[in-house]
């Protein structure tokens, strides 16, 4: 069977992947440097799956450590690249650490891949390649403008580097990801969305609102109309889906990709204004979530919307509505909300109360 390395496969989505890879009959080997997440992650996956695959904390911009990855493990058929700083305000006030972590990591595990010859990626990139996009939903043949915020423009570099590479002759495969929203955790809430520091997303900000780690929620008004959304800061939640984390190493290592570079956008959710989300939070949580207007914050985009139907078909999901399919996604009694709920109160993975609220 197949061995993948899932590179910040401690973190948030990347443990998720994890324990749906396992899941999948395939071999894992995690490598995090544990920057933004804890160890005590590999106790949930052990606990979830009842396996305790090979775990290896390196920095990725140390490219000697990076060598010795795949070197002790030979195995290795393809990459799950997770691994980055991935905060935008932060990336603003730190534009310098941003490029060099992600670039130099990203780099460095290519280079790795190949001279031991394993030839397919999966990348996770961000919806924030866009920009400010011309007209929602936006799909993967949208012009990519000038990003945000330097993390944003990491991901739009980083993507021109993975094409760079996959147009090279090397056979080499990539398939990136540009996630939206991710929200929501397992519902045995032993793995989950707890990050090292401030939370940055909206589910997090909204659930340490509701908890009382907050005092209120920072939201974004603007002018932005999409359908009956009313004109706040537009989003789409997705659920950490089995069948979207595990598909893409599917289709590269069955060799199914259309082109050597595929772009799929990773958001099978339903479009929500941020502040409407308070509705179904207060209904989970109870009635703590206090919330303030505010201007939006340095690298913010007004919203995030994207289509998923290429990914769909790719999935062999097609036929279903947005979010069709999945109980866990959308903003009612019994989804993700609600499931997050435990994640909050009984996963503390990394969880530290943060220094302020920042807008969203």
Aim: glycine residues 12%; contains cysteine; proline residues 6%.
């Amino acid at each position: 069977m197949a061995t993948i390395l899932v590179t910040g496969g401690t973190g948030y989505i990347g443990s998720h992947t994890v324990v749906e890879l396992i899941g999948k009959g395939l071999d894992v080997v995690i490598l995090d440097n544990l920057s933004n997440s804890q160890p005590g992650v590999l106790d949930g996956i052990r606990e979830i799956t009842g396996k305790t695959p090979p775990f290896e904390r390196v920095d990725l911009r140390d490219r000697e450590a990076t060598l010795g990855v795949f070197s002790r493990h030979p195995d290795i058929a393809a990459v799950i690249h997770f691994a980055a700083y991935k905060a935008v305000g932060e990336s603003v006030e730190k534009p310098l650490e941003y490029y060099h972590n992600n670039l130099l990591s990203l780099i460095h595990v290519l280079e790795a891949m190949r001279e031991h010859g394993v030839a397919n990626m999966v990348f996770s990139s961000s919806c924030t390649v866009y920009g400010e996009p011309d007209a929602l939903p936006v799909g993967e043949n949208a012009p990519i403008k000038t990003a945000n915020s330097p993390y944003g423009n990491t991901k739009q570099i980083s993507e021109e580097i993975l094409r760079d590479s996959a147009a090279s002759g090397d056979d080499f495969q990539v398939i990136s990801l540009r996630y939206f929203n991710p929200i929501g955790a397992r519902g045995v809430a032993l793995i989950g969305k707890l990050p090292v520091g401030g939370a940055q997303q909206p589910g997090s900000l909204h659930h340490q609102t509701a908890m009382g780690v907050r005092e209120s929620l920072n939201l974004v008004r603007n002018r932005l109309q999409h359908r009956t959304v009313r004109p706040s800061g537009i989003t789409s939640m997705w659920w950490t889906w089995p069948e979207y984390t595990w598909w893409p190493s599917k289709r590269l290592l069955e060799k199914k990709q259309a082109e050597s570079f595929e772009v799929f956008n990773w958001e099978p959710g339903r479009a929500s204004p941020v502040l409407g989300m308070k509705i179904p939070f207060r209904k989970g949580h109870g009635p703590n979530a206090a919330h303030r207007i505010v201007a939006r914050r340095e690298g913010g985009c007004g919203a995030g919307l994207g289509r998923h139907r290429k990914a769909r078909r790719g999935a062999g999901l097609e036929g279903g509505k947005r979010g069709g399919g999945n109980p866990a996604v959308g903003l009612e009694p019994g989804n993700s909300i609600f499931e997050t709920k435990n994640e909050r109160h009984d996963n503390h993975f990394g969880h530290r109360v943060p220094d302020s609220s920042g807008p969203m």
